[in-house]
């Protein structure tokens, strides 16, 4: 399964009955991203995979957003922010972000 389709299952899955809930959402959504590229990078590999693996995890978030717009997903205004998307919190940290700009 591609990953877009497992934050998507994930999310439709999900119970959210309060704030808590959504918000160990949001943190399991990022936990499954990173579980998905970590596998992928290894020593040795240069800083330009590295990016290209981590501009697939970027999409596939992009991918599942819009597939939860397009079934009008009840929390899409808030899932949908800039903000809340993996890349925004990937590039929070700054030694990764560094790391992800070597590659560009």
């Known amino acids: 399964m591609f990953l877009d389709d497992k934050l998507y299952q994930h999310v439709i899955n ?3 009955e309060s704030t808590d809930d959504f918000k160990a959402m949001i943190n399991e959504l990022y936990r499954m991203c990173e579980n998905h590229f970590k596998p992928n990078l290894h020593v040795g590999m240069s ?6 693996e981590m501009d697939r995890v970027f999409n596939s978030w992009d991918l599942f957003i ?13 899932l949908s922010k800039p903000e809340t998307s993996f890349k925004s919190a990937f590039m929070h940290n700054e030694a990764l972000k560094e790391i992800y700009l070597k590659g560009k």
């Open 47 to 52: 800083f330009k995979q590295g990016t290209v």
């Open 14 to 16: 999900r119970k959210i």
């Open 66 to 78: 819009k597939r939860l717009i397009k079934d009008n997903y009840f929390l899409i205004d808030i």
